[in-house]
């Protein structure tokens, strides 16, 4: 008896595992919904002067970037320091077009370089990645150098 409840101890769980990868095979990995570029950045400043950090998402075919979730950039300098250290799905310079449901953010924050050296810009990303499907929160961390001349 006891051998037979251990035999079906073990088909319940290949059962219950089988079921959970055939779940997992059926999921869409939510990093594959969008790419984020820093494209555009300015990596090389002067002593006194401003450089612009730029942070854009783009959505892949099916995805957008939830504009009812919240959206939160964080930005901290080393030997720069930026006009905003806090910003929000507002603060994007992307906006919708006339009859378009859904924008892919975009930011263009000005930086002050303070002194001559390397300096790094430090982001943080929070953001909601949404299909028909599914919304999942995504998170990324950019640590981006910067040549102060």
């Known amino acids: 008896m006891l051998h037979l409840r251990r035999i079906t101890t073990l088909a ?3 059962v219950a595992l089988a079921s959970t990868q055939v779940q997992a095979e059926g999921q869409v990995d939510p990093t594959t919904l969008y790419e984020v570029s820093t494209e555009g ?9 401003q450089g612009v950090f730029v942070l854009s998402i ?20 080393t030997q720069l320091t930026p006009a905003q250290e806090k ?11 006339q009859g378009q449901q859904f924008v892919d953010p975009r930011f263009e924050v000005p930086f002050k370089a303070t002194a001559a050296g390397k300096g790094t810009l430090d982001a943080k990303l929070t953001f909601f990645i949404c299909t028909e499907n599914l919304c999942a929160r995504q998170q990324k961390t950019f640590s981006l150098p910067v040549e102060v001349l």
């Not at 783009?58 to 300098?77: F, I, N």
């Open 12 to 14: 319940a769980a290949l």
């Open 41 to 49: 950045t300015s990596t090389k400043v002067k002593a006194g002067e």
């Open 58 to 77: 783009k959505s892949k075919q099916g995805a957008h970037v939830s504009d009812e979730a919240p959206l939160k950039l964080e930005l901290k300098g």
């Open 87 to 97: 910003l929000a799905l507002k603060d994007s310079v992307a906006k919708k077009a």
